[in-house]
């Protein structure tokens, strides 16, 4: 098989000034419907009574809101606060429920048999029912050129060293095909770092990260060996070919 065509240089992005805030813009929906309408509504959704289109936005009883995006074959969520889409890998759990877990097996969503959900956080380790607030947009990788993989990386590394309070340069080989995902990749990996200067010990682990470099591979993960933060994508498999941030913390040792 022919190798994939290369950009010119491989990619190699320090911070060296701030990143400036990037507003996320959120689609427009109508008001949501009561807690008992957005968690028990009519149709039918693989077996089971489910009123929610394939992709909608739901509102958590206690606060926030979040994506769920259950057109393709993994489904996918994204909190509306945070710009990481998280990939799930659906279980079955008892009295005909359905368990969504993340890359490390952590419960993320549980739908009951008659379509409520229960959506599960660091600040709610123990559940807070979601309802449906309406439609909204598939997610999806955008297509981004060379000019805007280097501004990606650059914000990744801006973060990245902001959290550090030091250099953290960011390093991957990227072609027109795989660059979406790569740049995907990079800012899940700053979020990762972000999350590891606020948890305990994770300030120590950081004072040994030396640059994070992305590269292609068979299987997406995460590695930490010799100051350098690993991430392997598979372009392939979309959304679902790279790690999570929880999964990157996890293999950096900070947890």
């Known amino acids: 098989m022919s190798a994939r065509p290369v950009l010119p240089l491989r990619i190699l992005v320090a911070a060296t000034f701030a990143a400036a805030g990037v507003a996320m813009a959120f689609p427009a929906v109508a008001a949501p419907l009561s807690l008992r309408e957005g968690l028990f509504g009519e149709g039918r959704h693989d077996g089971r009574r489910f009123s929610a289109p394939p992709v909608a936005r739901y509102v958590v009883e206690d606060g926030g809101g979040f994506i769920l995006d259950r057109s393709t074959p993994r489904p996918m969520m994204k909190f509306e606060d945070s710009a990481e889409v998280w990939v799930l890998q659906p279980q079955p759990a008892p009295r005909g429920d359905i368990i969504y877990k993340n890359d490390l097996g952590q419960p993320v969503l549980r739908a009951t048999r008659l379509g409520g959900l229960t959506v599960f956080t ?5 559940g807070a029912p979601a309802a449906l607030a309406g439609g909204s947009n598939p997610l999806r990788l955008p297509v981004l050129g060379p000019e805007a993989l280097l501004q990606r ?7 990245a060293s902001r959290a550090a309070r030091r250099l953290i340069p960011f390093e991957a080989d990227a072609s027109p095909e795989t660059a979406p995902l790569v740049a995907d990749a990079a800012m899940v990996a700053a979020e990762a770092v972000v999350r590891m200067s606020t948890q305990p010990g994770g300030r120590a682990t950081l004072n040994s990260v030396n640059k994070v470099t992305l590269v292609e591979g068979r299987r997406p993960g995460a590695s930490f060996r ?3 933060i690993l991430i392997t994508i598979t372009p392939e498999d979309g959304l679902a070919g790279r790690p999570s941030s929880e999964r990157i913390v996890a293999a ?3 947890r």
Do not use: E, H, W
């Not at 660091?122 to 123990?126: E, K, L, Y």
């Open 226 to 228: 010799a100051g350098v």
């Open 252 to 254: 950096a040792g900070s």
């Open 122 to 126: 660091p600040d709610r380790p123990s």
């Open 153 to 159: 990386l650059a914000q990744a590394s801006a973060r």
